[in-house]
């Protein structure tokens, strides 16, 4: 069933341009749940940067059915979008929402706890994203506000009611859940979420795909290789639900997440090693990853990043 499904999934084109209008217009998310494998279900985030047409779902947003109850992975930008997710699990099964787990600090990923809280379930994060959201949590809500304007109603600052340092470990329904902290990677606090029978790992921001990942002032990209491969890939995962882009295999996300990060380290660090400065790190090369979404958005600044972490290096 398994093997199916990835099949499935590898030969469904991955329409993911930003110029795609949103696919689920009935609702507030970007497109309509699918269940990636039995239980498993995502909806899958525009490839955009967060707009009011895409009321901020430019993340995947999944739930899994465990036959004692749900667990979802993140609470989602805003209040509006949480409820519809909401709405979306009720029409696949009777069982509760039993817990919330977030798998970052950033808005997408926490925002959307309002709502969760609001119907008492309780919600998870790894300790750094929920100091994040502590300390950020004010700009995070106006920027918000800021795109979303009447969307953003009913959304107030609510970080995690329980938080862990290296592994949270649900049992439910027969089925064995993982929220793993694997190391440092895309932002503080990144988790991924590990289903060990099925091997499926619902990776959050450690992998990224059809959409060009952003490297934040705080990224550190040579530590997020390193807990690619000294933690992430060894799970031995057969299907990843990425944190942007649709569900896929090792091999894809590998190659638009570690592969980027790869080439761009090696495009800065030999502009480094010929004297570059940073105003001419901004356009090296990075032509092989025209095609992703989010390139002319990012781009520049990534590679400027990537310069002022490996100048001191």
Known sequence: MRTLALLWLLATPALASEDIPDKYPESPLYEKPVEVIPGVWSAIGATAPPTYENTGHNNNLSFIVTGEGVVVINGGAAYVLARALHEEIKAVTDQPVKLVIDENGQGHAMLGNSYWAEQGVTIVAHEDAAHEF????????????????????????????????????????????????????????????????????????????????????????????????????????????????????MATVRKYTHGYLTDLRAKIGAHLDAGGDLADAYYVDQSDWADLDTFEELATKNAGRVYEEMEFE
Not at 205 to 210: I, W
Not at 235 to 246: D, N
């Open 134 to 249: 502590e300390e950020y949590g004010f700009q995070i809500l106006e920027g918000m506000k800021g795109y979303n304007r009447d969307k953003a109603e009913g959304t107030f600052l609510k970080g995690p009611d329980e938080t862990f340092a290296d592994t949270y470990i649900v049992e439910m329904g027969g089925m064995r859940i993982e929220a793993l902290h694997l190391g440092d990677a895309h932002s503080p606090g990144d988790i991924s979420v590990w289903l060990p029978d099925q091997k499926l790992v619902i990776a959050g921001d450690m992998a990224f795909h059809e959409r060009m990942l952003p490297i934040f002032a705080d990224t550190c990209t040579a530590c997020w290789l390193e807990t690619w491969e000294t933690a992430f890939e060894p799970l031995g995962a057969e299907i990843v639900i990425p944190g942007h882009g649709h569900p896929t295999d």
